[in-house]
């Protein structure tokens, strides 16, 4: 006779013995690591919540304070690596495994331990694959989840960052799994509940606030007069050509400029109401002056900014926020969002080879993929039409008809040289010396180049769609790679062919002059004048301020 | 100076026109018309949930009661578009676009409807698709939602068919919207919470309890020899070679011969623990003898199905339940599930076209996509590997490399005659003549060809991954096509071509005896034998007991 009934029991095995360090499912910060001890079983899998933005910190210092001898061979599944602590897991012997999506400032040290054998990679994700597998065969025993505040009863209000937690709560604690929640503050009452009680095991009032990092702050100081000209060249000659009214923009420096000038390059194009009206977006400063313009209708949010909270909340009707009045976010439902309603993803990347598969890997930094792949991918169970992704899929089919499906508009923008005058351009993506090194199946590769529509540099924009070959495509993007050893083997003939079937188009092409690329163009052209824009409501975090 | 907060004020507004009717949150059902002629406008976005199962039907005659002079032009944006009552509200001028997935037994009354221009079609969605426009440009303004049972403060238990309540409801209450929800029952404390009140503006307790149609269960008694014979080929021919663990299944009896076959046919094989052990999937009672004979690691499901929740109350280890022991379903997040974390698609499907493409469009009746075009689609932006998948993908590469990536198993199971002898293989889709009729720009097709791997016929398996051309694979479509017109028009040589290649596979080229192929092997052979199996925890539907 089979037991089928194994995962309950073991829950209420571990319950029990959590129960004498927490007060109902209140547990003192002090009791946290001894509570860790009786919840978590070496083999387990815990998802340490790690998101883009939010770190339940205070949790991971504590997982990282048990004995090894207790509690080993960990399997971390979480969106995030992004923390000290959460590399001290690996070091220690605490943890052993990792699926993960996203590492950020972790990305160096996570290729250092994957060389030295400290870390058994599952996989790298893009972050709603790793949520999917939650449901199917990655589901958490344990989740250890960040929150703004909670009751007594563990009702629990996330904030702004809403981010992941949902996701990870519901495969945890519908599958007999232990839920805790780190939280800055217990109180009697939340102000609304993002997670019902009833899915919450445990509540540990932190020490310090659960740490947030800004990560989609670009200031418009730093934005170079080359990102504008690119911005200008992405405006005429995407924007304005396919009118894509649904989309994200990626956090570089170049879409930060094509922010910037919607107000101004973008309204002289006649462009307002006609393009990116509706946005999943991160709550991006830079959008402050377009949305203040009247250029935006809706908003919804993978997580939130620092600074942006006061802003968000006075534009209800372009956010998403609660009824206490703070934004809701979702990194779920938001890059769901990307994939299936939006017409445009366009975002900037490190490398791009001759196929058009573009990397952020460098041979010692593994950074993961976070959204990118997702929002960066044509999904092809998309039904429903758009002008946008209509005109991007007759272009690829070379025509129209019944059974010539759109085509989401997948957007690189690079410049040809990038930080340390490296190429962005190059025959083979660093990211497969990388895969030899590892003995990886699949090279981490950001966007493969047969999603890629567009790719934006200085020099033009080379169209992937009305290129009919693989030596269509070299040409096209040798024909854009200005000065870079790809850029300088371009055949010129057959790039002057390229441009004149409109694949290569250059800014004179456009109409675009490199002489109006400066930065007068732009709606902002530092923090303070985000701060103008906002009516003082956007507060931006001091390192952002030099005033 | 522009109000951004028109929506927060027009949301008060219509609370306070609405608060006389209730009492705090409760709302007598007598007064729910009245109520709801407060809150909801003419031009609103509704949500009326009609999901693939779970119907807010009590709403819905509520709103139907409207005068049409005070509401009209409401634009629905549901799911399922399945009562009577859908209809009426376009029919009786209340409503006037729609946007939609599913019609199931409304899908003449919606080809009517379209055709004598009384429903505006915005788009037919696959599932997720119209999930993620919920939060982009199709958010509703008011949702008039379904559950089990709610307290005065609107705590809500979805019960076994939470379906699509989360998604609905986040993307309503959190953009100042308004969430009406029916309920069985109002108590004094819900069995757990799946929705906090918080979300939830107010509960009518609905004269009877909300309409839910077992749509999953498959009569072993009506599974034929045909069927019997395609499953073992698949198990032959796909599970064996290409070893899928995580999957999921259509609705047809194709696939429920696969699943009755697992214990008998599939342990013969030696293919227990090494295929179909994590599943996205309805709870379909055929799978019981594969469960209860240890085939089943996990399953998540979209929803749940009549008849079957005691038995998974009684299987939490493998379905995902609550702490009240009741099963937790979820259609976005399994739909992502069968998105990024399975291995295989396979399904039925009514109409193959000799690129692949496949319908279940008739002239007459639009069923909708449901979640076909998600499931069965190749997601671009998966970047973990598994054997099948890699296999999969290097085939149709010819080879394997660090850029090659892998790809779904999308498997057509198909009878080369349907029902009432219609051939299934067509030169022409009939989705394509409803397309010209409608003026739709894209066909409706359920799965287009590009993404199909293997089709499935009583005469062999097309892969289609070997294929590297459209002749290829219009030749490799009539080998298998039987003696249907498109079958009996095959190039005989360029058929036997593609078997030596290994593109064609006759059930004697895998092994499979079709002698052998008949009841004999189905693990249960009634609906009783089901209920045994379950140790009798399973209760079929009354229509399917007949003892």
Redesign the interface.
């Known amino acids: 006779m089979?037991?089928?009934?194994?995962?309950?029991t073991e829950r209420a095995t571990r319950m029990d013995a959590a129960a004498p360090f927490a007060d109902g499912k209140v547990v003192a910060a002090d009791n946290a690591t001894d509570m860790l001890r009786r919840v978590i079983k070496s083999g387990d899998r815990v998802c340490l919540e790690g998101d883009n933005q939010k770190q339940a910190d205070f949790l991971a210092s504590c997982l990282a304070q048990v004995d090894p001898a207790d509690i080993h061979d960990l399997h971390i599944v979480q969106s995030g690596l992004v923390l000290p602590e959460h590399l001290d897991l690996f070091r220690l012997g605490i943890a052993k495994k990792l699926?993960f999506s996203y590492s950020g400032p972790q990305s160096g040290a996570i290729a250092r331990a994957l060389d030295q054998g400290k870390i058994e990679l599952?996989?790298?994700?893009?972050y709603?694959?790793l949520?999917?597998?939650y449901?199917?065969?990655l589901?958490p025993n344990v989740a250890l989840i960040a929150g703004v505040c909670a009751d007594r009863d563990g009702?629990l209000y996330t904030g702004p960052n809403t981010e992941d937690t949902p996701?990870i709560v519901?495969?945890t604690?519908?599958?007999?799994g232990v839920v805790i929640a780190q939280v800055n503050k217990i109180v009697d009452k939340v102000p609304?509940?993002?997670?019902?009680?009833?899915?919450i095991d445990f509540v540990v009032e932190a020490p310090r606030p659960f740490y947030v990092e800004p990560l989609f702050t670009r200031d418009p100081g730093a934005v170079t007069d080359s990102q504008i000209l690119m911005a200008m060249i992405a405006l005429k000659g995407i924007y304005a050509e396919y009118r894509p009214?649904?989309l994200n923009h990626g956090i570089g420096f170049a879409t930060a400029a094509i922010e910037l000038l919607l107000p101004t390059y973008g309204e002289k194009l006649g462009l307002r109401g006609e393009v990116a009206t509706?946005?999943?977006l991160n709550p991006h400063p830079t959008l402050i002056p377009a949305i203040e313009s009247?250029w935006v209708?809706?908003i919804?949010c993978f997580g939130s900014e620092v600074g942006m909270d006061r802003y968000m909340s006075?534009?209800?009707?372009?956010y998403?926020?609660?009824?206490d009045g703070t934004l809701?976010s979702?990194r779920?439902?938001?890059q769901?969002?990307g994939?299936?309603?939006?017409d445009m993803f366009i975002g900037s990347t490190l490398q791009i080879d001759l196929?058009g598969?573009s990397s952020t890997v460098t041979p010692d930094r593994i950074a993961g993929?976070g959204g990118a792949?997702?929002m960066?991918?044509?999904?092809?169970?998309?039904?429903?039409?758009s002008d946008a992704w209509?005109k991007a899929g007759r272009e690829a089919a070379g025509g129209?008809g019944?059974?010539?499906?759109?085509r989401k508009l997948v957007v690189q923008m690079v410049e040809t040289f990038g930080e340390g005058m490296k190429p962005a351009f190059v025959e083979e993506l660093d990211s497969?010396a990388l895969?030899?090194k590892l003995n990886?199946?699949?090279?981490?590769?950001m966007i493969?180049g047969?999603?890629v529509t567009h790719i934006v540099t200085e020099e033009g924009i080379a169209n992937l769609l009305l290129c009919r070959n693989a030596d269509d495509v070299e040409q096209a993007i040798r024909g854009v790679a200005g000065y870079t050893p790809v850029g300088m083997a371009r055949d010129r003939a057959k790039v002057e062919a390229l441009r004149q079937r409109g694949v290569i188009r250059r800014p004179e092409d456009l109409g675009v002059d490199p002489m109006e690329a400066n930065r007068n163009l732009l709606a902002a052209r530092s923090i303070r004048d985000l701060v103008t824009w906002s009516d003082g409501l956007y507060s931006p975090p001091s390192k952002f301020r030099n005033w």
Not at 173 to 176: F, G, L, T
Not at 402 to 406: A, I, Q, S
Not at 440 to 445: D, F, G, S
Request: net charge positive; charged share 30%; hydrophobic share 35%.
């Open positions: 089979r037991d089928w009934t194994r995962q309950k699926d599952g996989a790298i994700h893009t709603i694959e949520f999917a597998r449901y199917v065969d589901t009702n996701t519901e495969a604690a519908y599958k007999s609304r509940v993002d997670i019902p009680g009833d899915q009214k649904r509706h946005w999943a009247g209708e809706q919804h006075a534009r209800p009707d372009v998403f926020t609660g009824k809701r979702n779920l439902m938001c769901n969002a994939l299936y309603a939006c196929a598969n993929f792949p997702n960066g991918s044509d999904a092809h169970g998309r039904r429903h039409v209509l129209a019944p059974l010539v499906r759109g497969l895969a030899r990886m199946e699949l090279a981490p590769v493969f047969d999603d």
